[in-house]
């Protein structure tokens, strides 16, 4: 099992350009997030899905979208790049929506200058 | 609502000695308590988690936490502290019902040899 996969591993932009950030997971997991971490910060949910077509909006929505349009994978898009939007972003995914662990992927470090 | 509190942005402890990483935590309904452990450039790794019963949870590489539902705390301790255990720690909650998992800002841990 490869767990969850998010691609690329680093990323530089410029501000206003637009890119999609990868996570796909191999679990069958019914729950997939992302998150971002800033020093000081913690983690901080951008977006999130319960399932194949549903997502919905966390702490820190605005300039990302997300689609669900299978169970594997769940895209986070940037519209227009902003310096605010350097940080680590993990994508996550658990079974279900309860008590079941989050699992998460190794990370992609975006800067944008 | 819910949210988690860790008190202690910075910690070091000497190898061997008691390590205690303090979380509180605010939820209107009954809590999922989680630690996860992140090493340098990686995704974070599950530690332990409480759902319901045996308030005493242990997890993986010797820590263990105890939820105290009057004190609302979730603190995690290992009675020995080995340099392996230098990593930003990282308490969450996610209330009943609730799609939505909660981060504090983490615990950096250093180990002083």
């Known amino acids: 099992n490869a767990g969850v996969t998010q691609t690329p591993k680093f990323q530089v932009l410029k501000t206003g350009q637009s890119m999609t950030l990868q996570c796909a997971q191999d679990m069958n997991h019914e729950y997939m997030s992302w998150y971002r971490q800033d020093p000081g910060m913690g983690l901080r949910l951008i977006h999130y899905s319960v399932g194949a077509g549903i997502t919905d909006q966390g702490e820190v929505p605005n300039g990302y979208n997300v689609s669900r349009s299978t169970t594997e994978d769940f895209p986070l898009r940037l519209l227009s790049a902003a310096p605010s939007q350097t940080s680590v972003y993990f994508c996550a995914s658990s079974l279900d929506r309860g008590h079941s662990p989050l699992h998460f992927g190794n990370g992609t470090r975006l800067t944008v200058t | 609502a819910q949210s988690v509190t860790q008190l202690g942005s910075h910690v070091s402890v000497s190898e061997g000695a008691l390590v205690l990483l303090r979380c509180n935590y605010s939820s209107s309904v009954p809590p999922y308590l989680f630690w996860y452990v992140q090493y340098p450039n990686q995704g974070l790794q599950l530690l332990l988690k409480?759902?319901?019963?045996?308030?005493l949870v242990k997890g993986i590489n010797g820590f263990e936490a105890e939820f105290k539902k009057s004190e609302t705390s979730f603190h995690l301790t290992k009675p020995s502290a080995h340099m392996s255990d230098a990593a930003e720690y990282f308490c969450?909650?996610?209330?009943?019902?609730?799609?939505?998992?909660?981060f504090g800002t983490g615990t950096r841990l250093t180990i002083i040899p």
């Open positions: 969450a909650v996610r209330g009943f019902g609730n799609e939505k998992l909660t």
């Open positions: 409480y759902t319901t019963g045996a308030t």
